[in-house]
């Protein structure tokens, strides 16, 4: 597991991966309750907080990918598949580490709006896992980091829109309703809002279950581009 601790150490070494991974969540708790959701405002934009964390963390990767490190580290007997499959695990142990804080900082603080934090720790998580496998299928698509990173912001925001982040998905077209079904920020408001509700859990299977197809989906698609 070299290739994994390494990644955890350099993620965490860096000012802006430290930013994004302790000083903003510590900000995000704290926010009131407010909008048309009834949900703390840190909570539900929560989901742009993690696509962005898991960008700035899969860059790290394509920075590899352009700096020929497999070529590097070609005699070792590390393969693509180990050497990916080993930073993304790190990167999704970050992410969940980050949201058992967030979770626990709703018991806290928001106990009195969440139905069931456990579902709310799941979909924090499987979102996390989610926008790690987007962020590797779009950095799959750039040879450019810095092409990369320059979309992905609008990118972002779009799925946010998509998502109902900063209006009500009622709100919208009927047609551009579906097409949000498409975007995983949809799903991942579906679940939170089935965590304030507090209904039973196999509710929240079904939001769940599609953010781990989009999962996979984006994980194949990722993956398919060698670092060397």
Same mark, same amino acid.
């Given at each position: 597991?070299?290739?994994?601790?390494?990644?955890?150490?350099?993620?965490?070494?860096?000012?802006?991966?430290? %930013?994004?991974?302790?000083?903003?969540?510590?900000?995000?708790?704290? =926010?009131?309750?407010?909008?048309?959701?009834?949900?703390?405002?840190?909570?539900?934009?929560?989901?742009?907080?993690?696509?962005?964390?898991?960008?700035?963390? &899969?860059?790290?990767?394509?920075?590899?990918?352009?700096?020929?490190?497999?070529?590097?580290?070609?005699? $070792?007997?590390?393969?693509?598949?180990?050497? /990916?499959?080993?930073?993304? =695990?790190?990167?999704?142990?970050?992410?969940?580490?980050?949201?058992?804080?967030?979770?626990?900082? $709703?018991?806290?603080?928001?106990?009195? &709006?969440?139905?069931? /934090? %456990?579902?709310?720790?799941?979909?924090?998580?499987?979102?996390? &896992?989610?926008? %790690?496998?987007?962020?590797?299928?779009?950095?799959?698509?750039?040879?450019?980091?810095?092409?990369?990173?320059?979309?992905? =912001?609008?990118?972002?925001?779009?799925? $946010?829109?998509?998502?109902?982040?900063?209006?009500?998905?009622?709100?919208?077209?009927?047609?551009?309703?579906? %097409?949000?079904?498409?975007?995983?920020?949809?799903?991942?408001?579906?679940?939170?809002?089935?965590?304030?509700?507090?209904?039973?859990?196999?509710?929240?299977?079904?939001? /769940?279950?599609?953010?781990? /197809?989009?999962?996979?989906?984006?994980?194949?698609?990722?993956?398919?581009?060698?670092?060397?």
């Amino acid at each position: 597991m070299t290739i994994f601790n390494f990644a955890l150490i350099r993620s965490v070494r860096s000012l802006p991966n430290l %930013i994004l991974l302790l000083g903003l969540p510590a900000a995000v708790v704290v =926010l009131p309750v407010g909008g048309w959701h009834g949900l703390p405002l840190g909570y539900h934009f929560y989901e742009i907080l993690l696509l962005f964390s898991a960008s700035k963390l &899969v860059h790290m990767v394509m920075e590899d990918r352009k700096n020929k490190m497999m070529t590097r580290i070609g005699v $070792a007997p590390v393969t693509h598949f180990k050497y /990916l499959a080993q930073n993304l =695990l790190a990167f999704a142990l970050l992410l969940v580490g980050q949201s058992v804080v967030v979770t626990f900082s $709703a018991w806290l603080l928001h106990a009195d &709006v969440f139905g069931s /934090l %456990i579902q709310l720790f799941c979909m924090f998580s499987v979102f996390s &896992v989610t926008a %790690i496998s987007f962020s590797l299928a779009w950095c799959s698509m750039f040879r450019q980091p810095e092409s990369s990173t320059a979309v992905m =912001l609008g990118i972002i925001l779009i799925m $946010a829109v998509l998502g109902g982040t900063f209006f009500p998905i009622q709100a919208m077209p009927a047609s551009l309703q579906k %097409i949000a079904m498409l975007s995983p920020t949809y799903w991942f408001h579906e679940g939170i809002m089935l965590a304030k509700n507090g209904g039973l859990f196999a509710e929240q299977l079904t939001p /769940l279950g599609i953010l781990l /197809l989009f999962a996979i989906a984006f994980m194949l698609v990722g993956s398919r581009r060698k670092l060397a």
